[in-house]
């Protein structure tokens, strides 16, 4: 069961770090390019940003991570 969807976008190098933790932790996360349902949670078009299976939402680099990290 996956944990949430991270949502990146592949042309920008910020989300890259996040994208590499999952990847190198092997985490139950989806990856995802950004999306309607994205840009209807984080209109503000932050990313990397996180929605969980629960519905929890966090964005920007350093929370994502953090987040991730439990």
Known sequence: MTLGTLYILKDNAHPLLSEELVKHF??????????????????????PSFIGVDGFKVSESIAVNLYCKW
Not at 32 to 41: G, L, P, Q
């Open 26 to 47: 092997k985490l139950d996360i989806k990856i995802s390019d950004r999306d309607e349902v994205a840009n209807a949670s984080f209109p503000l078009g932050r990313v």
